[in-house]
């Protein structure tokens, strides 16, 4: 109990050095040592790359602004949700020239989203005050040291309103994929009205896998009738990375671009059963840092 009071407060100390930072960090949150000389479990992994992977397009690929580019050169624009307004400052936002229906999302973080299915609903001075607010947070220092966010220039974006027919949520489809080739999915369904969760082999076969606090789905999700298609654009978008998490819609039948992940939930989730942590730490092969530098700042491909 006292070393986890100690190391709550050092937690709070984004100064420490990034590889004695992450240990506390992750050691507080999962329960677990790090040893990043040899590291072993997925999140454990994660908490490497943070380190010691720092090629600068990670920083392009978190930006939900930034992003779009490197879609449409990839896999082309046809993938993208429509971009209604980008901003430099929350002052340049007019509420009343935006459509009745969008999604107001800051670039540089997550869970900085403000949708709006109802123009006539939206408060806008506390929107205001909400979008002000995540302009002065840095997700690198929010967080547990995710190295990709560091220097992300703080904008906000508009986009389409995204809806899927029979459901109150869209669904989500998040490929895990480990140098460039998809391993698993993890499908997130019902986000405001019962958040579930399922994973999917690349057979579309359920797995026996959970997410420690989120309810698995019972029962069986259907398969895509453009799985196919959904697996081409992930690896694709996946490239020689390590490591990334390729998020897309299905929205009855066209496949929207989400967002690429490279540390999902910070590192600090584990999966259950508690094997599957190893077993999904072996599909990472950590790159290796060159000799005479201090972290990797180049995609070795594979």
């Known amino acids: 109990m006292f070393k986890k009071v100690i190391y709550g407060i050092l937690k709070k100390f984004k100064f420490l050095p990034p590889s004695f930072y992450v ?4 050691e507080y949150y999962v329960g677990k040592k790090l040893d990043l000389k040899n590291p072993i479990e997925f999140n454990q992994k994660l908490q490497w790359l943070k380190v010691y992977y720092k090629p600068p397009i990670l920083t392009q690929l978190v930006d939900k602004y930034s992003v779009r580019e490197y879609v449409a050169d990839t896999v082309g624009e046809a993938y993208l949700n429509e971009l209604i307004a980008v901003y430099d400052k929350v002052s340049d ?43 002065h947070k840095n997700q690198y220092y929010r967080g547990g040291l995710e190295w990709a ?8 974006i508009a986009e389409k ?21 998809p391993k698993f999915i993890q499908v997130d369904v019902d986000r405001t009205v019962g958040h579930a969760r399922s994973y999917y082999d690349m057979e579309w076969k359920k797995m026996n896998l959970a997410t420690d606090g989120i309810k698995p789905y019972e029962g069986e999700m259907e398969r895509p009738k453009n799985y196919d298609e959904m697996l081409l654009v992930a690896t694709k978008l996946a490239g020689d990375f390590p490591f990334v998490r390729v998020d897309l819609y299905n929205l009855d039948g066209k496949i929207l671009f989400g967002e690429m992940t490279f540390y999902p939930t910070d590192g600090r989730m584990d999966f259950i059963p508690d094997h599957f942590n190893t077993t999904i730490g072996n599909y990472l092969t950590l790159p290796t840092i060159p000799k005479g530098q201090e972290y990797i700042t180049k995609i070795q491909n594979s």
């Open 161 to 181: 309103y995204l809806t899927q027919i029979g459901k109150e949520s869209i669904s989500d489809y998040k490929f895990f994929c480990f140098g460039g080739v």
């Open 149 to 156: 966010y560091k220097n992300v220039k703080p904008r906000i």
């Open 23 to 26: 240990k506390i960090y992750y």
């Open 93 to 135: 936002v007019d509420f009343a020239v935006l459509p009745e229906q969008y999604v107001m999302k800051a670039v540089h973080g997550y869970h900085f989203n403000i949708i709006v299915p109802e123009k006539a609903k939206l408060n806008t001075l506390k929107s205001k005050l909400l979008l002000t607010k995540w302009m």
